[in-house]
């Protein structure tokens, strides 16, 4: 059972940054990709990016490219998602995820997820 804790949200203005991260326990071979994801009030859950563990390549959507780095820490089981160039329209609910599968570009399906952390970003 894999178990993913997010840490880090905050309260940011427009422009600055912010370094969530997300420490996962109870597994260290069976999980290939992790992400992740936001969600703001009244709409769906959004993918931010994605990462193959082993391979470390990493994906990104169109609106947090350039921005947002998602990095991990491999010996310390820690995933991170670095937030440069923060908007007001980046204010959500932002969710780590983990997954066994190695198909990580196109990956939005997760089986293991955190609870999430608030990030609020003031104009």
């Known amino acids: 059972q894999v178990k993913l804790a997010e840490s880090g949200g905050g309260s940011v203005q427009a422009g600055g940054s912010l370094r969530l991260s997300c420490a996962a326990s109870g597994y260290s071979y069976s999980v290939y990709c992790m992400g992740w994801f936001r969600q703001s009030p009244g709409k769906q859950r959004e993918w931010v990016a994605n990462?193959?563990?082993?391979?470390?390549?990493?994906y990104y959507a169109d609106s947090v490219k350039g921005r947002f780095t998602i990095t991990q820490d491999r010996a310390t089981n820690m995933l991170y998602l670095r937030m440069n160039s923060v908007k007001p329209e980046d204010t959500a609910v932002y969710y780590c995820?983990?997954?066994?599968?190695?198909?990580?570009?196109?990956?939005?399906?997760?089986?293991?997820w955190g609870q999430g952390t608030q990030v609020t970003v003031s104009s």
């Open positions: 990462i193959y563990t082993t391979g470390g390549a990493t």
């Open positions: 995820a983990a997954d066994g599968s190695r198909a990580c570009r196109d990956r939005r399906i997760f089986e293991y």
